[in-house]
């Protein structure tokens, strides 16, 4: 109920922020529309990117949508948003935060962001929580994703690193590896703690794809 006030009050101030953005004026009907701005113009004013919240209501519209399920969906996005640039400090990139606000929607920690930004430095964490949210989205619990992301931050992993973590699980998810166990292997073996198989295959505990008579990879059903 306070947050359909708030929404309501923000209406009622803010009906000239509706025309900001063309976008807007054209897909959203009035009332969203407005909500929307107001909620642009709140994000604008504490430092938050607002692409995201303005590419979010225009999801809403193509997937048709009712105004209030758009005017939730984008004040979640603003708190996580929030979230994420609190974690990261006021001069981190928007890229930067907004890769932050999609790993805390999928379960990471405030806390984790700083850890890895505090590692990383200047190398950026975007990539990493990218494969964060990634991971978590093949199945890796949260808390396994993080401890994997961190781990290749301590162990001075760079990005391509970070994408071939995230192409070696898919594989592995692929194969029939449980998303968990691929994903912590596999960052010991990109961290030199664990050897890769001597033929090229899977590490330690995670199942080869399996292969026809003539050595190729049998397709699976």
Do not use: C, W
Not at 32 to 54: C, F, H, M, N, Y
Not at 102 to 114: F, K, N, Q, T, V
């Amino acid at each position: 109920m306070r947050h359909l006030l708030a929404i309501a009050i923000l209406i009622a101030v803010a009906p000239a922020l509706a025309a900001q953005d063309p976008r807007l004026e054209a897909r959203l009907d009035p009332t969203t529309r407005a909500a929307v701005a107001a909620l642009v113009d709140s994000a604008r004013a504490a430092g938050l990117p607002t692409e995201p919240i303005i590419d979010k209501a225009l999801e809403g519209t193509t997937k048709r949508a009712s105004s209030d399920r758009i005017i939730a969906a984008i004040h979640t996005l603003s708190v996580d948003l929030q979230a994420a640039r609190n974690a990261l400090g006021p001069t981190a990139p928007d890229g930067d935060v907004i890769a932050g606000a999609s790993a805390i929607r999928a379960g990471a920690h405030p806390e984790i962001l700083d850890q890895i930004k505090g590692v990383r430095g200047k190398a950026g964490i975007s990539v990493p929580l990218a494969v964060f949210t990634d991971l978590v989205a093949r199945g890796v619990p949260a808390d396994t994703a993080s401890t994997v992301i961190l781990h290749l931050a301590e162990g001075g992993a760079s990005d391509a690193d970070y994408a071939g973590l995230e192409r070696s699980v898919a594989r592995d998810i692929g194969a029939g590896a449980p998303p968990g166990a691929s994903a912590a292997i596999r960052a010991r073996v990109s961290t030199g703690e664990v050897g890769a198989a001597a033929t090229g295959g899977p590490p330690p505990g995670v199942p080869a794809t399996p292969k026809d008579p003539k050595g190729k990879p049998a397709s699976r059903p």
